[in-house]
């Protein structure tokens, strides 16, 4: 079984500042990792994803994320935040292997942007 | 090509009636995944369906809800005699195999009063 712990449930932060969200998780099988955006009564937006390979992954609207096998870890990063980077972001990790191809979810962090 | 799509957006049930929720997966894509997301929580897995075939429906309440993907046609969750604890927004994701990075709808927000 796997499981997500996503320690913030919120972060504020100046805008233009550079932000670290943190996600650790625990499995005792190889896992695919995730993050997701969640905007206000809107669905989640794949920011990226570690699949294999380079342990660093960059996504869209400039985040990137490490993966760290070792700290169980894939936490989120962005040099500058802008005040529409606002909102509910969600770490994931699935099984890299089996039948069933299910999203296990974090609790999800509230980045708040402030000008 | 059109994302995932849900409807209805927003649904208010009485208790007892019955909520059925559907999704449009986007073209292409024969896996479907639908999530609850209770309030202040995060998203919990439900039910994983291949067309016409359900491959995980472990996080399925036992009574009451009920999933379908036929061979034609959008999923459909189904929930039977609605109470207040039903309350949240399920959303659906669809990925043509694997689910890797699967794409989500914008969700359904049920209301029960």
């Known amino acids: 079984a796997q499981s997500v712990t996503q320690l913030d449930s919120q972060v504020p932060v100046f805008e233009e500042a550079p932000v670290e969200l943190r996600c650790n998780y625990s499995s005792s099988v190889s896992v695919y990792l995730f993050w997701y955006v969640q905007y206000p009564n809107q669905g989640l937006q794949l920011l990226l994803k570690?699949?294999?390979?380079?342990?660093l992954v960059k996504g869209i609207n400039g985040f990137e994320a490490e993966f760290n096998k070792s700290q169980t870890s894939f936490h989120l990063r962005k040099p500058s935040v802008h005040i529409s980077d606002t909102a509910e972001y969600f770490c994931a990790v699935r099984s890299s292997g089996g039948a069933t191809n299910k999203l296990i979810f974090g609790t999800g962090t509230l980045l708040a942007v402030q000008p | 090509n059109a994302g995932v799509m849900q409807n209805p957006r927003h649904l208010v049930r009485r208790r007892g009636q019955e909520a059925r929720l559907r999704c449009s997966p986007m073209k292409g894509h024969s896996h479907v995944y639908w999530y609850r997301q209770l309030p202040e929580e995060g998203l919990k897995f439900m039910v994983y369906?291949?067309?016409?075939?359900?491959?995980?429906e472990s996080g399925m309440p036992k009574e009451r809800f009920s999933a379908e993907f036929p061979k034609e046609g959008p999923s459909i969750l189904r929930i039977q005699q609605v109470v207040r604890g039903d309350s949240a927004a399920y959303f659906c994701?669809?990925?043509?195999?694997?689910?890797?990075?699967?794409?989500f709808g914008q969700g359904t927000r049920l209301t029960v009063v």
């Open positions: 369906l291949q067309k016409e075939n359900i491959i995980d």
């Open positions: 994701a669809s990925s043509p195999y694997g689910g890797l990075g699967a794409f």
């Open positions: 570690y699949l294999s390979g380079s342990t």
